[in-house]
């Protein structure tokens, strides 16, 4: 793959159906009613210089254009063919383009693999007749193509109702044809554009992943946006976002099914290809794809990584027309995290001019200015904390207030001098009207609700802060394993499997009977543990099998045979395999290490906190494996138990560098075992104290064959 | 207090300024660009019904209006009298209004005690005149009133620079004027009116809870908003918090400082004041009173429950114009914990008519429809879904879309007939311009955000699950007990203190030297803890004072003399008082339980997870003193711990009843002892299984008197 390469094949066909020397348009209309009547007008709206070709039997000429019956009756072969007809006349209209030498098609026309295996089967034959001719296709099902970076238009959208395309180096590609629509409609009216807009819909021949690796490559593209629903192709996917990043390019998107409710809804018939948010999510963090949740926030944090590329957000400043709303967004931002700057003393003193005593400070609410109007003090505010080199951001949150435009216009007019990342939020609606206009005058970035500006500035702290994965090196001395076979394996297997990659797991041995179970328990020094080895109990503890803090032979012996028996009484069906006689481990902590293996992103390790907290807190972080001990490290220190293992207020330090260890051998593990292994838990590990180690003292693991496995 | 008694002097005050006969207005001008020329002519347009009286002495008439050279001069008592002039005049104009026989005074004008003490001296001198003359003060430093129930605008506001006032049954107050107007202006775009709007300023004399008395008694006002810096009277806002709720009008309300930084902005000069937040939205939730954390997203419930009153909501479908949209809605419902509801088999069977295989279900995309257009179907979709009796809440979430104008109409005219809630989210800008009008035409309920849509949803189920405190009785043989001298109490007198209550701490005593120390551990049994006593530990870990799990008695003597070399070494200072020798307690859950005495609301009793859990998980709930134990119980359950409680995952269920037991008898304490406990904490309690008890094994509190204690 060669994104930015020179004739690669790919670029030059995506370059071409963006900006084809002509459009045929299938079941153009002049009745705006119809797909093919507003997809026409919105073409011919917005200046495109290509040739246009109406296509309709039944007319000689549409708002003055020339009329052609069909699409081989064009006095040159259209580049491109846009088609919004009936279903079962889509395999017809693509041969005949084909025929008549187009080398591309937009399908808006739907109801083909979204619909079901017949028109999946549908859908599969006209990418075969297509790819016969040496033609490209985007769709079907989708809502086509806006480029302003062309002035290309193919889209019946009413969104392109309009009288100017805004070109902005923003490229979008959506799964969505219709939040492509309402967001570049949101855009407009804020005045950001974009220089290519896809909708893919159902990916039939050109995907997602190819219009990103184009725009990565597109010299009038900056940032690239994304709605995404699922992921066809992840080594590609995961080699174009180090690509984009290597570009310097941010990558945002937004994808559904974050939770298993979301998912159910945007997969309604891929559901099996979901795999798991927390898989997905960490890939997307490890390889620079930044992951938002609400589309437009998503855009307004394009437009201002267009604005203000490379630049570093930590801290915000909030200056506001009223006190209300600084409280209130001051509020908002601490929620999610984001650090308010502590201004310079300089900065207070400078401000102390204007303001109240106890006012110079951040949130800067111009109502509590000394005298005059906030028109009067507005700029000199915006400059004073603009200059302060703790403000990395600055949030502009708008009320109503008097003279709302002229004292709008002068704190942009601040901010904008001042070459300082910037937000407004512009709160009020119709009342704040020519104070919209006159920010959009002077292009000035701007949102309507303060959930956006937060998210963008949350987006941007951690864009500013990119994991770079160290390159993972296998320890000394560490072979390769291989698979047990499939199924479950019970805990004396899986602690030997551990053991082999040199993690420390608790001594014991299985004993058959009391006496064996006394002379392990002899070897290894009470108290012990004992648990009952059965690859049919999962979960030994629900059915009476495990026993803890055993302190002499009596104690073990009447716990083997108590156990004996509530297994027998729980599972009446379980084959007792033996009983475990373990020494008891005391610690300081208890950690949950896991393997996940996601079916398209392969294995991750899982680190969170162990025991009963595991289902409590959902504290856990993911990273694909095998990882180095410095990225091992970065994500124990992404847990809230984090604080625990530092010796949290006057306990003891904890053995982090053991824990660290510990993952980076099980990560190999992962990596060795990733076609085999379904399911991985060590849990707990408990933790001791810096120094002393960390021991697995319960897990276990389920081996299948990875259906997709090379 | 009465509310909505008759002869409420209060009451009839607040009516009368919000409905007076005449308003004089001192400063009215034509100048638009000034506040008294904003501020009459907003009066002027509005078609309020009394006379109007502009004062200006430089003019004869103003916008036609015959102008009087001063207050006095006016043919009748002015009824009302506005002032926005600068403060050194404001009191001449208070003792001008009240000699012409004013009944009551809007003061816009700032720099009172907002801006330091000198302005606070001129604002007592305001009270001061104004109360020997019987007349009622709003503001000053407000931005004024608002009331379309009496068609009476006293506000100088561009928001106002409408053609008409909506009047419908929602009464806001609120602490800040530009956020009053904010949130009036971007209602009215939406169609949302309100009963009456008062900025109450630096509530001088009227304040916030005044006007809330007044809406509760108000026959046109069904729902209360309200945004709110700080509460002047504790005791009188919950006694109307829970008259509110008896009158069945909800109360919801944004206060700013959820968060330190919030709390900084908006208290920069009270922030002794300010309180915990926990404790304050514990007060709300217990007494009916709604937080929110968006205004925007307040009004829009309030819009809604003025419209559905009393209906309860649960479970929440969705209905949307694009898949995308609905995958997205359906992760942020989720994300906030709110259900989306599952269609019985009859509403699936009536979708299925319309919808393609896998798609008659929640959310239900009308892109999935078999053939047609969206607006061929959405109302009979709407009409199914309205009419399972799953769905308590629609959500209607709209893209841009073809005849987006025709499709929203036919929605919104199926769910108003359908008679369920609904919420109309309009995600596009300006192509939703014609579908939004069609909404307004309708008076159907809508917002742009789906933040805003999800935030009413979770606020009304939160609405819908009341907590109705049961009367606390203290326990039977329970006296009260005296406080101990002021400061900090060491572990043996807190122990005393809770023994006394009821409240199961581990056995123990104090020991001076070694053979002492054996002899204690002797009586109670091995293993046992060592902790020194000393008042100037607080922390006691943190010096080296606490050795745990001493199994005999070399142990135990080699941890004292050990113990004492560390204290000296850490704390040279520190007066040793001797060691508590205590049982070991081994259980298998630790909870904290602590008193929270809130400078405003009383002293409350937080429930948490203990040990190291407290700082990790944040997992705390809290309740005032003293409870019920059905109340207790509820605190139990609202905690992320409770699952461990229950016996989770095989775990065995522990003592709740116990925990309970706990729980109440500390919230007698607390109650007892307000005046003087300043803070308590007993953690870990711990929990045992079920029938085992729990045992309190470390306790710390603090006294001191409560410098507004009666």
Redesign the interface.
């Known amino acids: 793959m060669a994104p930015s390469g020179q004739g690669n094949p790919l670029r030059a066909d995506i370059a071409r159906l963006l900006n084809p020397a002509s459009v045929a348009m299938i079941g153009a209309s002049e009745d705006q ?1 119809k ?1 093919g009547g ?1 997809a026409f007008r919105n073409l011919m709206r917005h200046r495109y210089a290509g040739a246009i070709f109406p296509i309709n039997p039944a007319r000689e000429a549409l708002f003055g254009l020339k009329a052609y019956p069909h699409v081989g009756a064009t006095p040159a072969p259209p580049d491109m063919v846009v088609m919004a007809i009936p279903q079962p006349k889509v395999l017809d209209a693509i041969r005949a383009s084909a025929a008549a030498g187009a080398r591309g098609a937009v399908i808006i026309t ?1 109801k083909f693999a ?3 295996p017949e028109g999946a089967a549908a859908e599969a034959e006209l990418v075969s007749a297509a790819r016969q001719a040496g033609m490209r296709l985007i769709g079907p099902n989708c809502l086509g193509v806006i480029s302003p970076a062309n002035k290309l238009v193919l889209c ?4 392109l ?2 009288e100017n395309l805004i070109e902005a180096p923003i490229g979008m590609v ?6 492509m ?2 967001l570049f ?2 855009a ?2 804020r005045g950001i554009g974009f220089s290519h807009c896809i909708s893919v819909g159902n990916q039939a021949d050109l995907e997602l992943c190819d219009f990103v690796e184009y725009l990565i490559g597109d010299a009038r593209t900056k940032v690239i946006t994304s ?1 995404v ?1 699922g992921i066809k192709d992840p080594v590609r996917f995961l080699s174009l976002a180090r690509a984009a990043r290597a570009a310097g390019k941010p990558w945002l998107m ?1 994808k ?11 997969f ?2 891929t559901a099996s290809l979901a795999g798991s948010w927390r898989s997905f999510a960490a890939a997307c963090r490890e390889n620079g794809v930044q992951l938002m ?4 926030a998503m855009i307004l944090l394009a437009a201002a990584l267009a604005r203000f590329p490379g630049r570093r957000v930590d801290r915000v400043a ?1 200056i506001t ?8 967004t ?6 999610r995290g984001i650090a ?1 700057a502590s201004f310079a003393p300089a900065t207070e003193q400078a401000l102390a001019q204007e303001f ?4 110079a ?1 951040n ?1 800067v ?1 111009l ?2 200015r000394k005298t005059g109007e906030a028109v009067d003090i507005g700029g000199t505010s915006v400059k004073h904390v603009a200059a302060d080199p703790a403000v990395d951001l600055l949030l502009l949150a708008i ?6 435009d002229r004292t709008t216009a002068g704190l942009a007019d601040a901010a904008i001098a001042a070459g300082k990342p910037y937000l407004f939020v512009m ?6 009207a020519a104070a919209r206009r006159a920010l959009l005058k002077r292009k000035a970035l701007f949102t ?4 956006d500006a937060v998210r963008a500035a949350e987006a941007w702290v951690e864009l500013s802060h990119p994991i770079e994965r160290k390159p993972a090196v296998r320890p000394p001395g560490l072979g390769t394993s291989a698979a047990p076979a499939t199924g479950a394996t019970n805990e004396a297997e899986t602690k030997a499997l551990l053991a082999h990659y040199g993690i420390p797991v608790n001594q014991g041995d299985v004993a058959i009977d009391e006496p064996e179970a006394v002379a392990i328990a002899r070897r290894i020094g009470y108290p012990v543990a004992l648990k009952a080895v059965s690859a049919e109990l999962v ?1 030994k ?3 009476g099998g495990v026993a803890l803090e055993l302190r002499d032979a009596p104690a073990l012996t009447k716990a083997m045979s108590d156990m004996r028996a509530a297994i027998a009484r729980a599972r009446p069906a379980a084959r007792l395999e033996g009983f475990l006689v373990q020494q008891m481990i005391a610690g300081e ?1 208890e950690l949950i290490l896991g393997i996940e293996r996601d079916p398209q992103f392969g294995p991750f390790v899982l680190v969170g906190a162990g025991g ?2 595991t ?3 959902g504290d856990a972080a993911l990273a694909s494996a095998p990882l180095a001990p410095d990225d091992a490290l970065v994500l124990l220190q992404r847990l ?2 984090w ?2 293992l530092q010796g ?4 003891r330090k904890l053995d982090v560098a053991a824990v660290v260890d510990a993952i980076v051998r099980l990560s190999w593990l992962a990596h060795d075992l990733r076609d085999d292994l379904a399911e991985f838990d060590i849990n707990p590990l408990i933790v001791r104290a810096d120094g002393n180690g960390c021991v697995a003292v319960d897990a276990r693991a389920r081996f299948e064959k990875r259906l997709e496995s090379k």
């Open positions: 009613t797909f507003r739907a979204e619909a079901g019946s959208s009413p969104a109702d309009v959506s799964q969505s044809g219709a939040l629509a309402t409609d949101r407009w009216d709605y629903e937004v559904a099914g974050r939770t298993e409710t979301g998912t159910r809804a945007a309604s018939h949740d609400e589309p437009d909030v027309t009223s006190g209300g709303s600084g409280a209130i001051a509020d908002r931002l601490t929620d308010l109240m005593a106890g006012q400070a949130p609410d109502g509590g009320t109503t207030a008097p003279m709302l709160q009020p609606g119709k009342a704040a309507d609700t303060i959930d979960h503890s629900d059915a902590a009963a907290l289902e409590l807190l809230k138990v604080k625990l949290m207020r006057g306990r």
